[in-house]
């Protein structure tokens, strides 16, 4: 089973950074590829970054790619969101997402592609 919570959202000055946490408390962390979406108020969740089970392998949106890091620690049991120079369109709620240990990712970027979701942390970047 896989059961996530994010944690780490806030509000922050535009040209700040946060880090969000996602806790799986489940047994098979160290086998799901994991995710991060955001949700804009009145808008659609999309993809901000994916990594893979070694964490030799990350996708990262254009959007905010060069400013957002993902990573994981899997003796933990926690993905990580670096996000550093925030900006105002950064305003979103911050979901994690689990993939099925066996998927190939090749749709990462797609909702559907996910199993597991936690309930979203909100992040306000006040410009």
């Known amino acids: 089973q896989v059961h996530l919570v994010e944690s780490g959202g806030g509000l922050v000055q535009a040209g700040g950074s946060l880090r969000l946490s996602c806790k799986d408390s489940?047994?098979?962390?160290?086998?799901?590829?994991m995710a991060w979406f955001r949700q804009a108020p009145g808008k659609e969740r999309v993809f901000v970054a994916r990594i893979s089970v070694s964490a030799t392998i990350t996708y990262v949106a254009d959007s905010v790619r060069g400013r957002f890091t993902i990573s994981r620690d899997n003796i933990g049991n926690t993905v990580y969101l670096q996000m550093n120079d925030l900006k105002a369109e950064d305003t979103a709620v911050y979901y994690c997402?689990?993939?099925?240990?066996?998927?190939?990712?090749?749709?990462?970027?797609?909702?559907?592609?996910?199993?597991?979701w936690g309930q979203g942390t909100q992040v306000t970047v006040s410009s």
């Open positions: 489940g047994r098979t962390f160290s086998s799901n590829p």
């Open positions: 997402a689990a993939d099925r240990p066996a998927s190939d990712g090749s749709t990462y970027w797609r909702i559907e592609e996910y199993d597991y």
